[in-house]
């Protein structure tokens, strides 16, 4: 359907520039695809090292930076209502949303207890690329995801807490080190080379989405062949569950952000910042807090 979409919106492609587009507007597909094979095949992705996606992750962020200029972040500052509705969706309604998802399909304790930790932590650093993508706003996405990120010290061990009754201790340290040197530095970098050279970034602004999806793909792929044995040997009420709470964050980020009066553009960056959680953090917390290897495989 994204295929048809793109063809509808665009003709088949004839220039290498209609052909860019082409190639980003279908990334629903090719994202799915990388998924299929990533769990058919893992052996394809699994070569990477942790080293290696922090390096694409990085240079993605770097990317997602060139796009946007210092005024950007300064008018999301004088918005800061959309900050606090993202805040609040992180750590607030996201893991009480996966607890009623989890009790209302009746999981077993330790996959409700890890949906719930998912729920919990801040949201992912891909949001950037899929804002940009779906046309959002790059600088707010950015920021929520900043906000998020450091919030994550203390509101993740407390979501846990309320949640799930579980106290987890945080590496704050590490938190604030990774907020910086995966969101903070390659964002500051990509606008300070916009700022520098900015007729060569804007010849180079319309191929961005498509460069940037080049390397989104192997960065899902590796975290999905990662998990890809897991995954395959999960039941279907787990599917069915991680299915539901992304489409009911989805939902609930977009009425949230329509509430405050945004505009289209702004309700679509808060969808995709809410709805997108930080997996690998919380894979990491259920691996080192948790006993049960069965709270490892909804994150």
């Known amino acids: 359907s994204t295929l048809l979409f793109a063809m509808s919106n665009h003709g088949v492609p004839q220039t290498s520039s209609s052909l860019a587009r082409y190639f980003s507007d279908c990334f629903t597909l090719w994202i799915s695809l990388t998924c299929v094979v990533a769990l058919v095949s893992p052996s394809v992705f699994s070569w990477m090292r942790p080293s290696d996606i922090r390096i694409i992750l990085i240079a993605l962020i770097f990317v997602m930076g060139t796009t946007a200029r210092l005024d950007d972040f300064r008018a999301c500052f004088l918005k800061p209502r959309l900050l606090i509705v993202n805040f609040a969706a992180c750590f607030i309604v996201s893991p009480a949303i996966a607890l009623a998802i989890g009790r209302l399909l009746q999981l077993e304790q330790e996959l409700t207890v890890g949906l719930v930790l998912m729920g919990s932590v801040n949201g992912g650093s891909t949001s950037n690329l899929f804002t940009l993508l779906v046309g959002g706003d790059v600088a707010l996405s950015v920021l929520m995801t ?51 050279l900015p007729r060569t970034t804007a010849k180079l602004e319309p191929s961005i989405p498509s460069l940037g999806l080049c390397m989104a793909i192997p960065l899902v792929g590796a975290i999905v062949a990662g998990s890809a044995q897991a995954i395959l040997g999960s039941g279907a009420s787990l599917h069915v569950a991680a299915i539901a709470f992304h489409i009911c964050l989805c939902a609930v980020g977009y009425c949230l952000a329509a509430v405050t009066a ?6 679509r960056t808060v969808t995709i910042e809410v709805a997108m959680k930080n997996h690998v953090f919380a894979c990491m917390l259920a691996a080192t807090h948790f006993q049960h290897k069965a709270v490892q495989l909804p994150p």
């Open 146 to 196: 900043l906000s998020t990120t450091i919030g994550a010290v203390v509101c993740t061990p407390l979501a846990t807490k309320v949640f799930v009754g579980t106290v987890m201790p945080v590496d704050a340290l590490g938190i604030l080190r990774s907020a910086v040197v995966l969101v903070l530095v390659p964002i500051g970098l990509g606008i300070g080379c916009r700022a520098a």
């Open 262 to 267: 945004s505009s289209e553009l702004e309700r």
